[in-house]
C-alpha cells in the first residue's frame, strides 16, 4: 500500500527522489531500505506530531558515505534527514518534503579517549548510556543525560540537556568540536581539541542546536568530567511549589555546587510512588544530587538541608546506599512513564519551557492553576536548577475537544514563559513543533538573521527542510 | 598634516567616507571627532601591527545612536568599526578601509542586575572593573578578566578570557544574551534571559567572538556568580616546566575546583620578582586560587598540596591574608609590566595559542627550547588548566635581523600548536595578525563555511572588514 504523498511535493520531486533512491540502492545495497514500516519508525512517533516518513532510509558507515549521500541528493534537491534513535520531541526527523533518512545506528565507534585532556572522539550513533560504559573504567563520564538513551549525534543537534546541566552545562558546554558534512558535500571540522578558542567564529555551537538544518553531524569531541570521589542523594518535601523554587534559588545563590536539583510536583510524586513503588509523601518534592569530595558533598548537603528547613521544607532525606539511590534516580528517569500510568491508555504530550529561575515559582503555579482550569491531566517536572520544567500532558488524542483545550494550554505555556523573559524551550529544540513561537521569541530580525543563515550554508534547502526556520 | 591613505582606497571610497562624516557631524554634533590624535588612538596601539586610523571617532549613547551610524555608513559603503577600550592584540580595531570608529565610552551604564537569576545587564562600554565594583554588595561578581581593563563590549567580541577561566570558563560561557544592530541598521536580540534554551541557531555563541564583523553590540545579558565564602591563594615552585604541567593535569583530572592555576616560567619568575618586589624562587612556578567553603578551600589545597609533593613541587606557600593574595595577583596581573621590564625600550609582543593539555608540557618545552635557539628574551605565563599560554617577545621593532627572527618564531609557535591538535589562540582573537593562520587550522571547508556566513550577515563587508575572514 503506497503511503500518502507529502503535500508540498510535485511529480518532478517524486522522480528526483526515485532517481537518488536508485542511485543509493547502487551504491549501498541492502544498507538502503524503503520499506514502509522502516520508515515510519524513521520519522515522528512522539506527541502528536504526525508521522511523515522519508522515501528511504541509509545505514552510512563513515563519513566518506555520508559526504556521497549528500552529493546525491544535493544534485536532485532531495531532503536529507539526520537521524539518531528517533527520541526528539518536536518532530524534528519528519520528512514533510519527503527525502532520504540518514540513520547512525552503524556509526557507533568511540573512536579516542582522551582521559589526561578530559574528552572523547565518538560517531554520532554512538548512545550516552554506551559511552558512558565504555568510559567507566578510566575514571571519567559524560554528563549530559536526556531522559532516552539518545545518540550524542541527535543530542548535539538538538541542543539537550537533562538532570546535570545544572552543574555540567548543556550539549553547547560539552561538545568540543565537530565534524559536519555541509550541503555542498564538504566535510568540515569546527574546532581542535584545544579546550579553548578564540580563532574565528564558533562553527560549534552555531551547529550544536541546529538540528540538521545546516549540515550533518559524522563525528563529536566531547567534553568529560572526571567520576567524582563521592555522591550522595535524597529527597526533600517541601509544602509548596513555591518553598520548592525558593530552596533552589537559594541553594544556587549560595554557591552550592549542586549536581542535580529536580521538581516534581505532588501529582508526579503520586505517579512516581504508583508506578517505582516509592513512598514518598505526595507534595512538591526536590531530588538532589552533590558530587564531590566525602567531606565536600557532606557539607553541600548540610548547607541545603539548613535552606530547605529555612522555607518549610525537609526533612531531608538521604539515600547513602547506592541501591537507593538508583532506585530513586530510576525513578526520576521513569517519570515520563510514570506519568503515563496516570492515564492508562492517553498519549503523553512532552514539552517543556526555561525561564529566569526567579520566575520559576510563578510560572510553575499559574502553569498548574491552568491546567486544572482547562479540566487536563498534566504532571509537572522540572531541571528546576536551571529554571527549566517540563509538563506531560495526558491526553486521548481522539477526542477533539479535549486536543483544543491542550493546544491552547501549551500557547498559554509558551506565552507565559516569554512573558517571564524565558525561552519557548529549554532543551527540546524547535522542530516542527515550535516554529510558530520563534517570531514572538526573537523578534523579526533575529528571525531574519537565522534565515539568512540557513540559506548561507544550505542555499538549495536540502538540509531537513522545514525546522526550525523556513525559507 | 594629512594621514597616508589606506593603500586598498579609492576617490570614491574618500568621498563616500566624507558624505557620511558630514551627516554624523550634522546628527552628532561634537560627539563626532576627525582630529588626527584621536584617530590614532582609536587604531591599533599594541604589538607590532601598523596603526591604521579610522576617518572619524563617533560617541553613541544608544542603541538607536548605533543603527543611525550603521545605516549612514551602509548607504556609502563605509566601514564601521567598535571600540571599546583599545587593548586588543590583534589589531581588532584597525581601519585598513578607512571607516568610522564607534566610541562605545559614553554607553557604560550597568542598566539591570537581577541577583537572584545571577545576571546583569550591560551596556557594551562597562569595563569589568566597573562592574565588579558595581556588583559587590549584591554577594556577585563577573569572573571573566583578561589583563587589561576591557571593556565588556570588547570582551564579547574577542570570546576572550582570563585567569578564571579554568573555572568559570569564557566569554562564551558568561554572555546569556546580546543586543547587537546588524549591517542593515537592524537592532536584534540574540537571546532572553532563561539560563539555558534549545530554541533555534545559537545567534549569541555566533556573535561572541565575532570581533565585530558580523555586527555591533549594543547591550550585553552577563551571567554572575556568587562571591565565594572563602578565597585561599598560594604559590607553588616546581623542579621543570613539566612537573608543573603534570601537576596542574592531576589537579584538573582530580576534579580539583581551582578558580585559577597559572604558570609562571623562571624568567617570567625573575621579572616579576624585580617589577613586584618579590622574592620567589626563580624556577617554574604556578600560582593557585581556591574558591568555596572554608573546610571546601582547605581540603582543596591540602589535596593539591599533595599532588605538587607526588611530583616534586613544593613547598606550596600560603597566602592567608587577604593583602598578600592581593599582592601575588597583583604581580600576577602585572606580569606584562615585569617582562617588559626585563629590555627597558623594547616592545613587548603579545602572543597566545592552546593546546590539550597533555600537550602543554612539550609544547612549553619546545618553545623554549626554540627562544633560546632564535637568541630572542620571551618569558612565558599561562593560564595552564586550559592548555592556554603566552609569550611576552621583548624585541626592539627597529632591528629588521631580531624581528626577522621573532616573526619566524612566532610562525614556529602556531605550527606547534596546530600540531599538537591546538589553536593559534585562545584567548586574543584572529583580528588581522592571525588571518593568516585560521586555513591552516580549519581547513578550506570550515574558512569557507565562515565567509558564507560573514556575506550572509554583511553582504556589503561593511562591519569590521579586514579582519577574521576576507572576503
Not at 382 to 403: I, P, R, Y
Request: proline share 5%; net charge negative; hydrophobic share 40%.
Amino acid at each position: 500500500m503506497a503511503l500518502v504523498e507529502p503535500p508540498d511535493r510535485t511529480k518532478e520531486d517524486r522522480k528526483a527522489a526515485d532517481t537518488v533512491i536508485a542511485a543509493l540502492a547502487a551504491r549501498f545495497g541492502n544498507r538502503l531500505v524503503t520499506s514502509r514500516s522502516v520508515r515510519e519508525q524513521h520519522a515522528n512517533t512522539t506527541t502528536w506530531i504526525a508521522n511523515e516518513p522519508p522515501d528511504a532510509v541509509v545505514f552510512p558507515q563513515c563519513t566518506d558515505d555520508v559526504q556521497q549521500i549528500v552529493r546525491l541528493c544535493a544534485a536532485e534537491r532531495v531532503p536529507v534527514i539526520a537521524f539518531g534513535t528517533g527520541t526528539s520531541l518536536e518532530g524534528q526527523i519528519n520528512a514533510p518534503r519527503g527525502g532520504i533518512s540518514l540513520d547512525f545506528h552503524d556509526m557507533n565507534r568511540v573512536l579516542a579517549v582522551h582521559a589526561e585532556d578530559l574528552d572523547c572522539v565518538v560517531e554520532p550513533g554512538v548512545t550516552r548510556k554506551q559511552l558512558n560504559e565504555q568510559l567507566r573504567d578510566q575514571g571519567v563520564f559524560f554528563p549530559i543525560d536526556p531522559g532516552a538513551d539518545a545518540s550524542l549525534g541527535g543530542m548535539a543537534a538538538t541542543r539537550c540537556s537533562g538532570t546535570n546541566a545544572v552543574r555540567y552545562g548543556t550539549m553547547k558546554d560539552n561538545v568540543l568540536a565537530l565534524k559536519v558534512v555541509l550541503a555542498n558535500g564538504e566535510a568540515m571540522s569546527t574546532a581542535r581539541r584545544a579546550k579553548k578558542s578564540s580563532a574565528g567564529y564558533d562553527l560549534t555551537r552555531l551547529l550544536v542546536g541546529s538540528e540538521g538544518t545546516l549540515g550533518v553531524i559524522t563525528e563529536l569531541t566531547l567534553r568529560l568530567a572526571g567520576i567524582p570521589e563521592a555522591v550522595a542523594s535524597g529527597v526533600c518535601p517541601f509544602p509548596t511549589v513555591d518553598a520548592a523554587c525558593n530552596a533552589t534559588i537559594l541553594t544556587i545563590q549560595s554557591g552550592i555546587p549542586v549536581a542535580r536539583i529536580e521538581l516534581l510536583d505532588a501529582l508526579q510524586v503520586r505517579a512516581c510512588n504508583s508506578y517505582s513503588k516509592l513512598a514518598l509523601p505526595e507534595m512538591p518534592m526536590l531530588f538532589l544530587e552533590f558530587h564531590g569530595t566525602d567531606a565536600g558533598v557532606a557539607e553541600q548537603s548540610q548547607c541545603f538541608g539548613e535552606i530547605a528547613q529555612e522555607l518549610g521544607g525537609g526533612p531531608f532525606d538521604w539515600a547513602t546506599r547506592a541501591e537507593d539511590r538508583s532506585r530513586l534516580w530510576q525513578a526520576r528517569h521513569d517519570a515520563y512513564w510514570a506519568a503515563r500510568s496516570l492515564r492508562p491508555g492517553a498519549q503523553a504530550v512532552a514539552t517543556d519551557v526555561c525561564v529566569p529561575i526567579s520566575r520559576l515559582a510563578e510560572c510553575v503555579r499559574e502553569t498548574q492553576r491552568d491546567i486544572e482550569q482547562s479540566r487536563l491531566l498534566a504532571p509537572i517536572l522540572g531541571h528546576v536548577g536551571d529554571g527549566n520544567f517540563h509538563l506531560s500532558l495526558l491526553v486521548d488524542l481522539t477526542d477533539e475537544d479535549e486536543m483544543a483545550r491542550a493546544k491552547l494550554l501549551l500557547e498559554r505555556l509558551v506565552d507565559r514563559a516569554l512573558a517571564m523573559d524565558g525561552t519557548c524551550t529549554g532543551e527540546h529544540g524547535i522542530g516542527q513543533g515550535k516554529m510558530k513561537y520563534l517570531a514572538a521569541e526573537y523578534g523579526e530580525p533575529a528571525l531574519a538573521a537565522m534565515r539568512a543563515l540557513k540559506r548561507a550554508l544550505d542555499p538549495l534547502d536540502i538540509m531537513n527542510p522545514g525546522k526550525i526556520v523556513s525559507l
